[in-house]
T-cell receptor, first 114, second 111 residues
Framework: GAGVSQTPSNKVTEKGKYVELRCDPISGHTALYWYRQSLGQGPEFLIYFQGTGAADDSGLPNDRFFAVRPEGSVSTLKIQRTERGDSAVYLC????????????FGEGSRLTVL | GQQLNQSPQSMFIQEGEDVSMNCTSSSIFNTWLWYKQDPGEGPVLLIALYKAGELTSNGRLTAQFGITRKDSFLNISASIPSDVGIYFCAGLGSGTYKYIFGTGTRLKVLA
């Protein structure tokens, strides 16, 4: 597609469950970012990929969060043992040029942990 | 996490009025991006700035990269109802990949 695609758009889960969120970036974009946005806040950085490798994962809040991008295109954000505080909108963005380029965001995946 | 300070936090204006908002940082940035976000959607890129002092327009929107490299400004001229939304700035420092986002300015336009 033309833009960044994220699935699912909405996910409701129970505390303690495992969740996967998928991001399909704009074709040809080598850089991929995950951000988290809580209600009333700006997006907060989680992780950045350049190609297949995570160049910076310093924003991941703890070891329950993990992200992969095995073939340098689609990325999956994985959250284990979800907690109510994980509820937020998870945004994915891609960039053509990497860290100097413009970020283009998807619509986000809204995660609600009950 | 770190967030940039945006001012004002929110504003109500009449249709047709001009709007100004700004974003400030304690750190120097090399790139500034401005986004608009509507409810339930992802941020949409409006303007990108790459050089101190740069002034860039996109239709009725004009943004400036502050001379000190610690701030940026966004102006909207002749506002219309569809300008309603939340406007975010994002800055990128040297030697890092992390864009830091602002706290947002919520704009409401009264017809």
């Amino acid at each position: 597609g033309a833009g960044v695609s994220q699935t699912p758009s909405n996910k409701v889960t129970e505390k303690g469950k495992y969740v996967e969120l998928r991001c399909d970036p704009i074709s040809g974009h080598t850089a991929l970012y995950w951000y988290r946005q809580s209600l009333g806040q700006g997006p907060e950085f989680l992780i950045y990929f350049q190609g297949t490798g995570a160049a910076d994962d310093s924003g991941l809040p703890n070891d329950r969060f993990f992200a992969v991008r095995p073939e340098g295109s689609v990325s999956t954000l994985k959250i284990q043992r979800t907690e109510r505080g994980d509820s937020a909108v998870y945004l994915c963005a891609s960039s053509l040029k990497g860290f100097t380029g413009e970020l283009f965001f998807g619509e986000g995946s809204r995660l609600t942990v009950l | 996490g770190q967030q940039l300070n945006q001012s004002p936090q929110s504003m109500f204006i009449q249709e047709g009025e001009d709007v100004s908002m700004n974003c400030t940082s304690s750190s120097i940035f090399n790139t500034w991006l401005w986004y608009k976000q509507d409810p339930g959607e992802g941020p949409v890129l409006l303007i990108a700035l790459y050089k101190a002092g740069e002034l860039t327009s996109n239709g009725r929107l004009t943004a400036q990269f502050g001379i000190t490299r610690k701030d940026s400004f966004l102006n909207i001229s002749a506002s219309i109802p569809s300008d309603v939304g939340i406007y975010f700035c994002a800055g990128l420092g040297s030697g890092t990949y992390k864009y830091i986002f602002g706290t947002g300015t919520r704009l409401k336009v009264l017809a």
